[in-house]
C-alpha cells in the first residue's frame, strides 16, 4: 500500500473492523458508537497510534458531519436479522443503514465495507438487503455482496455474515472477494479452540458468567470439542458456548439435551471469547464503571472478527 488511507469508521463497537483495518496500514481519523465500554475497550486498546482519532459516543443520527476519508466502513445493529435474535425485519433499529448511506454521500470515500448478520440474506428480510443495495448503488458506487464464514480465514469459530463492499464508479472497477485460505484442501487448516486457547486457564475465576443452563440453553447442542473450531461467539454472556473441558452434551429429543456426566462445566469466559473472535492475545479489558461482566461479553459478541474483517479489507483493490 502506498499510502495510509484514512478510514471513518461507524457503528464501531470495541474495534473488530478497526483492528483488521490497522493492521493493514489503514489509518481510523473518526470512530462511532453508542455503547459505552465498547469505547473503553476500544481506546485501551487501539489508541496508540501516530494520528490523532476522534471516537464519539453518541447516537449516529445526531452526527451533523463526517470528516474526509478514503474509506467508510460500518457494521450496523443487525438484531432483527440476528438468527439469535428476535427475527423482526421490520424493527426500527434495521433502517440504521440509512444513516451509514447518509454519511456515505457525504463523504464520498472511494470505497466503503459493510459487514451484518448471515439472517440478512433471508427470504423475509430481502427487502432490506435490496434496498441497501439499491441506495448504495444510486450513491455512485459498484457494489458486491457475499456471505463469508469467519471459520475459512482463520478465526476459530464458525461465524456466517453478510459483507457488502462497493467501489466509487469513476474507477470502474468491481470488488472481488477474498478466497477462503483455511480448512480441507486449502493452504492451512482450519484454526480450532485449542489452537485459539493455547496457554489459557481451565478455570478464570471472575471471567466467566456462572449462570444456571436453563431449558434454552439445553435446547441445543451449544458445545465443540478441542479439535474444532467453536460455535458462534454471541453477544448474551448467558448464550454463549459451551468450553470443551465440558462434558458432552447428549440429545435426548427435539430441543432437549443433557450433560452426558455430572463433572464441572461451564460457558467461556470473556477473554476466550476475545481470542476465539481473533482478536489479539493481549488484548485489555479496561476496569472502567462500563466494564462489568456483561458488557465485556456483550462487545466482544457484538464485534467483526479481526481477521476476517482484515482479509475482506486486503482484498480491496490499490484505489488509494
Request: charged residues 25%; hydrophobic residues 40%.
Amino acid at each position: 500500500m502506498k499510502s495510509k488511507p484514512k478510514v471513518v469508521s461507524l457503528f464501531t463497537g470495541c474495534g473488530g473492523s478497526d483492528s483488521g483495518l490497522t493492521a493493514l496500514g489503514f489509518e481510523v481519523v473518526f470512530a462511532n458508537d453508542i455503547m459505552p465500554y465498547a469505547r473503553d475497550l476500544y481506546l485501551a486498546n487501539l489508541s496508540e497510534t501516530d494520528y490523532r482519532l476522534d471516537y464519539r459516543l453518541d447516537d449516529v443520527r445526531n452526527i451533523k458531519s463526517f470528516p474526509a476519508a478514503e474509506l467508510l466502513v460500518g457494521c450496523y445493529p443487525c438484531q432483527g436479522f440476528s438468527q439469535a435474535g428476535a427475527r423482526v425485519a421490520n424493527r426500527n433499529i434495521n433502517y440504521l443503514y440509512q444513516e451509514f448511506d447518509r454519511a456515505l454521500r457525504a463523504i464520498r470515500p472511494k470505497a466503503f465495507i459493510v459487514e451484518n448478520v448471515a439472517g440478512m440474506c433471508r427470504s423475509d428480510s430481502a427487502r432490506l438487503l435490496n434496498n441497501q443495495l439499491v441506495r448504495f448503488r444510486s450513491a455512485g458506487y459498484f457494489v458486491n455482496h457475499q456471505l463469508l464464514n469467519a471459520a475459512d480465514f482463520g478465526v476459530a469459530q464458525d461465524r456466517r455474515r453478510i459483507f457488502i463492499v462497493g467501489i466509487r464508479s469513476d474507477f470502474g472497477i468491481r470488488y472481488e472477494f477474498p478466497e477462503p485460505t483455511h480448512g480441507a484442501g486449502r493452504k492451512k487448516p482450519v484454526k480450532t479452540i485449542a489452537d485459539a486457547l493455547a496457554g489459557m486457564p481451565e478455570w478464570p475465576e471472575g471471567e466467566f458468567v456462572d449462570a444456571k443452563f436453563h431449558w434454552y440453553y439445553m435446547s441445543r447442542n451449544r458445545r465443540r470439542g478441542w479439535d474444532e473450531p467453536s460455535r458462534t461467539i454471541v453477544s448474551k454472556a448467558q448464550h454463549v458456548p459451551i468450553h470443551p473441558m465440558s462434558p458432552e452434551l447428549l440429545y435426548v429429543r427435539p430441543d432437549v439435551w443433557k450433560w452426558s456426566s455430572d463433572a464441572p462445566k461451564r460457558r467461556f469466559s470473556y477473554r476466550e471469547a476475545a481470542r476465539l473472535q481473533g482478536f489479539k492475545k493481549n488484548l485489555r479489558f479496561p476496569n472502567t464503571k462500563y466494564g462489568i461482566m456483561r458488557n465485556r461479553y456483550k462487545v466482544i459478541g457484538n464485534a467483526v472478527p479481526p481477521p476476517l474483517f482484515k482479509a475482506v479489507a486486503g482484498a480491496l483493490p490499490d484505489v488509494w
